[in-house]
Structure formats: C-alpha cells, structure tokens
C-alpha cells in the first residue's frame, strides 16, 4: 500500500473534489524538498500537520505520553508558490500528477481564502 499526502481544508469548498492519490508525493518527497530548496521555496513537506486526533489513529496505543504540537493551517497561496516553483523540473516529474492535484485544490482553496494543510496516510 505505501504512504500518502492529502490536502485537508480547513473547511470545505462546495463543489470542489479534494481528492487526490498522494502516493507519489510521499515517494518522492524528500528529491522534491531539496529541489524546492534550490528554488527558494518552502519544502512541500514543511506544510504538513497533524492533530492529535490524527496522531492517535495512526499511532494507536503508542500515542500515549507523546505529546503532539497544535496543528497548523497554512495560507493556499504559499502552497501554491512551491507546487508551481516544482512543476516545470525533472525532480516532479514522477509525481506530477499529484502536483496537477495540488494546483487544482490549493487554487480553489486561495479563491475561497481557506487555508490547509498536509496529512500524510499510512
């Protein structure tokens, strides 16, 4: 099966699908962090939270005594910038279509002013 990033709005879009596979990001993430920091963008991965219900469904019983920082929402148009900074290069190339996913949700989500962010499924 393998890992996967999803974008979670902070509240919906009526009409828009937020529906993505993800799986190719999470297999590339790390050639895509360092090519977006060649770029001068933030790192895809740096836009990622999780709260701490989240944490416990994947965590189980092993969540216990961890503490889990606040989640974090972030502003479409900074995700935009890296998601469009990364598309044109080779290093997105493997996971372009889950970059096309990202521009289509992140810019109905900068229309809408609702902010995001990463949650990563395992």
């Not at 929402?73 to 900074?78: L, T, Y």
Request: hydrophobic residues 45%.
């Amino acid at each position: 099966m393998g890992a996967a990033y999803y974008i979670v709005l902070e509240k919906q879009i009526e009409g828009l699908d937020t529906m993505m596979d993800g799986k190719c990001l999470s297999r590339h993430i790390e050639f895509l962090d360092a090519a977006a920091r060649q770029l001068g963008v933030r790192p895809l991965s740096e836009f990622t939270s999780m709260d701490a219900d989240a944490v416990a469904d994947i965590l189980g019983d092993d969540v216990a005594g961890i503490e889990v920082p606040p989640l974090q929402q972030f502003a479409a148009h900074d995700g935009l910038a890296t998601v469009r900074a990364l598309m044109p290069g080779p290093e997105a190339q493997p996971a372009l279509h889950d970059l096309k996913d990202c521009e289509r949700i992140l810019s109905a989500s900068a229309q809408h002013d609702v902010a995001w962010h990463f949650q990563i499924d395992i």
